[in-house]
């Protein structure tokens, strides 16, 4: 799988969106999770601290399968509202956005990371 983003700069009051794509190198088709506890998208700031994680606090479907045709691919967006999240306080999410400046943005299992940067007001 691999990770890319939307936008690099992202402006103050978009969302950050990534694209979480599958590839199916084989010859026959084949099903994937790209759901946000199986293909998690972790955002850390510049310390390497997490502020993010897409399976913290699901709300909706935990799964979503996907047919990935033979020799061909698949992708979802996913998207962060720039709030930080905490898996031990989602009955008390956390409040306002986190600062401007760059974050990495990391898909567990792919080879490199997206970098993104949140711009100011």
Do not use: H
Request: proline letters at 7%; one cysteine or more.
């Amino acid at each position: 799988m691999t990770l890319s983003a939307l936008k690099v700069q992202v402006p103050v009051d978009d969302p950050a969106k990534f694209v979480v794509t599958a590839k199916n190198s084989s010859a026959v088709a084949c099903k994937v999770d790209l759901g946000p506890e199986a293909a998690v998208v972790t955002v850390k700031n510049d310390a390497s601290e997490k502020v993010w994680s897409s399976k913290d606090c699901v709300k909706g479907a935990r799964n979503l399968f996907f047919q990935v045709p033979a020799k061909g691919q698949v992708a979802r967006v996913v998207s962060w509202d720039r709030k930080p999240s905490d898996a031990a306080k989602c009955e008390a999410p956390v409040g306002g956005s986190v600062a401007p400046g760059t974050y990495v943005v990391e898909l567990a299992g792919a080879k490199f990371p997206a970098s993104i940067s949140l711009q100011k007001d």
